[in-house]
């Protein structure tokens, strides 16, 4: 099956600064991908929709200034997690759009804000 | 509004036995139904789907039914075994935009 790649798998940072997540399609072209978050126990929740060359949709109740995504090119698309704190750890998962009802989720990025 | 209702938190079942995972749905609009799997730390992994015009798809161990008159689907495993522990997630979609609507999954427990 087709491929998603997320990086970096597991970040620390500390309380205020920037982290920057990378989602790859790499034997596809993903026109849209989605991010998600998810806590624990709990289910994954759609933050936003990224299109390439335009820019993202994000659902309700997600800050838009302070999750940036970029979907610059068909296989990447990044999500920039500015002035980070504690309350952002949580577990960072994108998927990409392949065929009809396809979608290819990545392994996923832990981030933890000290 | 939970459009996606999974209600058992937690499921265990023998190995070599049956595991029934169900769900439900509220909204009518829903055209294609997708189970995924998900191991701690990782990313979900499709599983198998059904469109609305069916009622039953089958691969391998895995069977999806669908019951819209009900709004219920139900995934069966059989028979079951260790590998299949995880966490598993019904995911709805609607308008054929790909947005999934995840249920808040259940997870299952194959004892040896």
């Known amino acids: 099956g087709a491929v998603v790649s997320q990086h970096p798998s597991w970040v620390i940072c500390k309380s205020g600064t920037s982290v920057k997540i990378e989602c790859r399609s790499l034997?596809?072209?993903?026109?849209?991908m989605f991010w998600y978050r998810q806590f624990p126990k709990q289910s994954l929740m759609l933050m936003a929709t990224?299109?390439?060359?335009?820019?993202?949709?994000?659902e309700q109740g997600v800050e838009k200034d302070k999750f940036l995504i970029n979907h610059a090119s068909l296989t990447l698309s990044t999500l920039t997690v500015t002035s980070a704190h504690p309350e952002d750890s949580s577990f960072y998962i994108c998927?990409?759009?392949?065929?009809?009802?396809?979608?290819?989720f990545g392994e996923g990025s832990r981030l933890t804000v000290l | 509004d939970q459009q996606v209702k999974q209600n058992s938190p937690s499921l265990s079942v023998q190995e070599g036995r049956i595991s029934i995972l169900n769900c439900d749905y509220t909204?009518?609009?829903?055209?294609?139904f997708l189970w995924y799997k998900k191991y701690p730390a990782e990313g979900p992994t499709f599983l198998i789907s059904?469109?609305?015009i069916k009622d039953k798809n089958e691969d391998g161990r895995f069977t999806v039914f669908l019951n819209k008159s009900a709004k219920h689907l139900s995934l069966h495993i059989v028979p079951s075994q260790p590998g299949d522990s995880a966490v598993y997630f019904c995911?709805?979609?609607?308008?054929?935009?790909?947005?999934?609507?995840w249920g808040a999954g259940t997870k299952l427990i194959i004892k040896p």
């Open positions: 998927s990409g759009r392949g065929g009809p009802g396809e979608l290819f």
């Open positions: 034997d596809f072209q993903a026109t849209t």
């Open positions: 990224s299109n390439e060359g335009s820019k993202a949709t994000y």
């Open positions: 909204n009518s609009m829903f055209d294609y």
């Open positions: 059904i469109s609305s």
């Open positions: 995911a709805p979609t609607r308008d054929s935009n790909y947005q999934l609507i």
